[in-house]
């Protein structure tokens, strides 16, 4: 019997375009760029806070001129964006939470501080009076409760001295209904119309927050939990509906927050919203992340794989403390 020119073979065989580098990167569907990544940094008040934080190792609290040399390097490395977290006298933190739309404030003073160093880098801040709050939370509590109306106007507030500041985009992360509408409201009353909202939309409550809260000296201090504002881990559609509201009242971008385990999400708000998206890889997963890189568990490669995961989910970028690492192994 003669041999049949065609031979029997598998239906697909998928390794043929992962032979070798340049098939690979041929059909490569997503990919990571310092352009993709947001740096959130925390700047502190305090003599003699500033230094590693213990429970992320290898992040800093920065001096206003540590946050002007991050800036630097920012630029160095082509990330667009910082985001500043303020850490602040404990002595200063209040009920009433003033500080919080005080144009001196951490913040503010970081805000002026980078933009007169490095005009073009694009600054982001946080709104949530949790920094300024005497009892930890991102609203205004009177008897046990977490006021809402209360606290928009105190957002509105913080969210005018810090564009006045110079930020140019404001991520409201304290979860209160109606903030996003009056913010903008306010923004384009004063004159503030390029300064733009990425809205912590479909924020979760989540145990992964646990070393932000020490970063910006908020641990001790919080009474109770957020579950009263921020959304239910088990609650897709809740998170789905909270973007949509968001977008309504005028958000230019959405952020879901945590990110690794709510990739979900991110696929599903970017595929029905079709808006600028993007997640925070936030202080516990960087810690998990980290730790496990520092004790030789996981080789520095997972950084990429983590943040490519992002890009694939259909995030346009992420807020990541590896930016400046990723950006550096990236260059
Ligand atoms: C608070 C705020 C939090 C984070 C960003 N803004 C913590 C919280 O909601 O308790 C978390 C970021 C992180 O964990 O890296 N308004």
Redesign the pocket.
């Known amino acids: 019997m003669a041999t049949p020119i065609v031979a029997p073979f598998p239906a697909a065989r998928l390794r043929r375009l992962r032979r070798t580098a340049n098939l690979r990167a041929m059909v490569h569907e997503v990919n990571l760029t310092a352009a993709d990544l947001i740096w959130?940094i925390f700047v502190t008040e305090v003599a003699g806070a500033e230094g590693e934080i213990a429970s992320m190792p290898g992040v800093e609290r920065l001096t206003l001129d540590g946050a002007k040399r991050a800036a630097e390097r920012a630029a160095r490395l082509n990330i667009p964006a910082i985001c500043i977290?303020p850490h602040s006298d404990q002595d200063l933190k209040t009920e009433s939470c003033e500080r919080a739309w005080d144009p001196d404030n951490i913040g503010n003073r970081a805000i002026r501080a980078i933009k007169e160093t490095v005009p073009d880098l694009a600054v982001m801040t946080?709104i949530?009076l949790?920094p300024y709050n005497a009892n930890g939370h991102?609203g205004l509590v009177v008897d046990g409760e977490i006021l809402n109306d209360e606290t928009v106007e105190a957002l509105v507030r913080m969210a005018l001295a810090q564009a006045e500041a110079g930020a140019d985009i404001l991520g409201p992360?304290?979860m209160m209904d109606g903030r996003i509408g009056a913010l903008r409201g306010a923004l384009e009353g004063a004159g503030h119309r390029h300064v733009a909202i990425l809205s912590?939309a479909a924020?979760f409550a989540s145990a992964?927050?646990g070393?932000?809260?020490d970063a910006v000296g908020?641990s001790g201090r919080l009474v109770g939990d957020?579950k009263t504002y921020?959304v239910n881990p088990a609650n897709r559609e809740e998170a789905l509906r909270c973007v949509a509201r968001d977008l309504a009242e005028g958000a230019d971008m959405v952020m879901v927050?945590p990110g690794m385990p709510y990739l979900d999400i991110c696929r599903e708000v970017k595929d029905r919203f079709a808006a600028p998206t993007f997640a925070?890889q936030?202080?516990?997963e960087?810690a998990m992340l980290e730790g496990a890189i520092r004790n030789g568990w996981l080789s520095r490669e997972v950084m990429l794989e983590s943040l490519l995961a992002f890009r694939r989910a259909g995030c346009d970028g992420v807020l990541s403390y590896f930016a400046p690492s990723v950006a550096e192994m990236l260059a």
């Open positions: 959130p977290f946080d949530a949790d991102d992360s304290d912590y924020k992964f927050y070393p932000f809260r908020a957020k921020q927050k925070y936030v202080s516990g960087y």
